[in-house]
């Protein structure tokens, strides 16, 4: 491995590293660029001849970081338009810049400096908290899968941020800096490597004898014939799963599967064939033989990951997705993936100790680059990975002895039981207290925190601080006429501790969930209801009624 160009590419890319582009061009050809329409028309995944985009000469480029590299110019270099469907624009357009496509004597000083003679500068104008790619991709370097370096960028044209002075362009010059598909990133993310081929999956793309005209090779690819890909979508349509399992890595496609489902990847792989790279990761024959293939997954295009308009969904349009989940076994295996990432990767204790402040760094960055509305719009990303847990254990099933917060959707408010505010009020030996919600404080407080455990056709939740069931009344009312939920002693008469976790806006038919669920009292079939019934205290209890609130696990 090149040891020098991969400390230089993670200085580059060191998240507190705020690189700063500044592109000289004439403006004549800067306007062409940033207005060029692709070859082919947007959204044409069906395009095969050649580049959508042209390169352009820029006078100059400089280079510098907050950190890495020190400032640095380099004359001649190409730019080029990128992105032809979701995030085009002419404003503040993706841009690809290759420092050494107009000049060799360009390649040796800028690989020696950042270790890469190329950069992706994307516009995140789908991603207004401008947070989806660099998180997500760390989420995916968590998982043990692919994954891109990346930091955020000012760009600036002729002097100017890009997208200053256009209408509509939010944040101008402020760019999300991605590590492209290129041989350090090989190198990287499969053990040195470099002699497999490369293939690229747009939307419609699928291991399929029809798309095989469609699918783009590469230029890192040993071999150009396509002689592995053919084998391997010849192979998968004679055996079907069996195929798959000997030309795909497929305990690798189970974990992206896994992967796209926690962020929400609608536009991936397994929801959309599209956004996604594909590497036989052997040394590559002109020839093969199904021992010369084995194919992995190399997520993309991840800036509309976490949105609030899309489910949790184990999406079956891929062919390689669609026989995962229809097998039995490799079903089971999916299933304990989940659970596996639900624990280790967005369970609780991983995202309060190393997912928060890691937002917290991003946060702070973008403040400071002036970014609107920036706050308020990383809180939504925060939230979505929360449910994110949730929707874990929702598809993958509530172990034993897990300790959760009870959050509402409205707020996340957490279900939290008193110690001191007996019903009835003032009672001197109490056996039964109130329950109520109150602001997360998201400090592992135990009266905030549930044991869910199975009990009979449900589940129980015990409080973690005083070891009292969750207990639903059917009698007892508030004096606002609302059945009492409260915490006493265990004892579920009358399955009064049985709880159903009911997934809300879900369908889990089609493993698609929203992390949502509603909590049902086996015993009343009464929802828990974070309401407005106050206690003597003046809190507000969470109580039973019909519809009930929508709630989920963290």
Request: proline share 5%; aromatic share 10%.
């Amino acid at each position: 491995m090149s040891a020098e160009q991969q400390a230089a590419l993670d200085a580059l890319y060191d998240l507190d590293n705020v690189v700063t582009v500044k592109i000289t061009m004439p403006q004549s050809e800067w306007d062409a660029t940033r207005t060029e329409e692709p070859a082919g028309g947007r959204c044409n995944f069906d395009w095969t001849d050649g580049s959508r985009y042209k390169w352009r000469k820029a006078t100059t480029v400089e280079i510098s970081g907050t950190k890495f590299p020190a400032q640095t110019t380099f004359t001649d270099v190409g730019i080029k338009k990128k992105s032809f469907c979701g995030s085009i624009d002419d404003r503040k357009p993706c841009l690809h810049v290759d420092f050494g496509k107009f000049t060799d004597a360009n390649e040796g000083p800028i690989e020696n400096l950042i270790g890469s003679r190329y950069l992706t500068l994307n516009n995140s104008i789908q991603d207004p908290a401008f947070i989806r790619q660099p998180l997500g991709y760390r989420l995916l370097g968590m998982a043990g899968l692919p994954h891109s370096r990346c930091n955020f960028v000012r760009v600036f044209v002729n002097g100017r941020p890009v997208g200053e002075g256009m209408p509509g362009v939010n944040a101008p010059g402020v760019y999300v800096n991605v590590e492209p598909i290129m041989k350090r990133y090989i190198e990287r993310n499969f053990s040195g490597n470099m002699k497999g081929n490369l293939y690229e999956i747009e939307h419609n793309d699928d291991f399929v004898r029809a798309r095989l005209p469609f699918i783009a090779t590469e230029s890192l690819s040993e071999f150009e014939n396509q002689a592995d890909l053919k084998l391997a979508i010849d192979h998968v349509a004679d055996h079907g799963i069996t195929g798959a399992a000997d030309v795909f890595d497929l305990e690798q496609f189970i974990r992206v599967y896994a992967m796209e489902f926690f962020l929400k990847h609608w536009d991936g792989y397994s929801n959309n064939t599209n956004n996604t790279y594909v590497y036989n990761d052997v040394a590559a024959v002109e020839n093969p033989a199904v021992d010369n293939v084995k194919f992995k997954l190399i997520p993309w295009g991840i800036d509309q990951t976490l949105r609030t308009d899309h489910r949790f969904k184990l999406g079956d349009t891929g062919l390689v997705a669609r026989l995962v989940r229809n097998d039995p076994g490799r079903r089971a295996q999916l299933i304990e993936q989940i659970r596996t990432y639900r624990r280790e990767i967005f369970g609780r204790e991983t995202q309060q100790q190393t997912l928060k402040p890691l937002i917290d760094q991003m946060e702070t960055l973008l403040v400071n680059l002036g970014v609107p509305d920036i706050v308020s719009q990383i809180a939504v990303v925060r939230q979505q990975l929360r449910l994110a847990e949730s929707a874990g254990y929702l598809c993958a099933g509530v172990p034993d002895n897990a300790e959760v917060y009870v959050l509402s959707e409205e707020g996340s408010a957490c279900l939290h039981a008193s110690n001191t505010e007996s019903i009835p009020a003032g009672t001197a030996a109490p056996l039964n207290f109130e329950v109520y919600h109150l602001p997360l404080r998201d400090d592992n407080d135990k009266s905030d925190l549930w044991l869910v455990n199975d009990l009979g056709s449900g589940k129980s939740f015990i409080s973690q601080a005083f070891g009292r069931a969750l207990h639903a009344s059917a009698t007892l009312t508030t004096p606002q006429g609302h059945n009492y939920l409260y915490t006493c002693p265990p004892s579920n008469t009358d399955h009064a501790e049985e709880f159903i976790v009911a997934p809300s806006a879900s369908v889990p038919a089609d493993f698609a969930y929203s992390g949502y669920f509603r909590l049902v009292s086996v015993r009343t079939n009464l929802k828990a209801t974070f309401g407005m019934d106050l206690t003597p205290a003046g809190r507000a209890r969470v109580h039973q009624e019909p519809v009930g609130s929508r709630v989920y696990f963290y």
